[in-house]
């Protein structure tokens, strides 16, 4: 699949087709871990793995993650205030 890096704001960026991302339960908004494989040439994208803090449940975390993801354009409003 050929893509194009393009630029967006001071950023590079490289847009993924939703047909490869859903099959990994990845969307806008999914944290990601990006590594380079200098080796291989390659850059690696793959869903994050974020730690639990502290004594939280991982029931407790899914409800946080889908509360901020319900709700990403009025919290991320609120902090630009």
Do not use: C, W
């Not at 690696?44 to 993801?69: C, K, T, W």
């Amino acid at each position: 699949m050929h893509r194009k890096v393009f630029k967006t704001g001071n950023s590079l960026v490289v847009s993924l087709p939703k047909d490869l991302l859903e099959p990994l339960g990845m969307g806008d908004g999914t944290d990601v871990s990006v590594e380079l494989d200098q080796q291989n040439h390659q850059i690696l994208i793959r869903p994050a793995e974020l730690p639990l803090a502290g004594d939280l449940s991982e029931e407790f975390a899914h409800q946080v993650s889908d509360f901020i993801e319900q709700y990403r354009p009025a919290l991320e409003a609120l902090a630009h205030k």
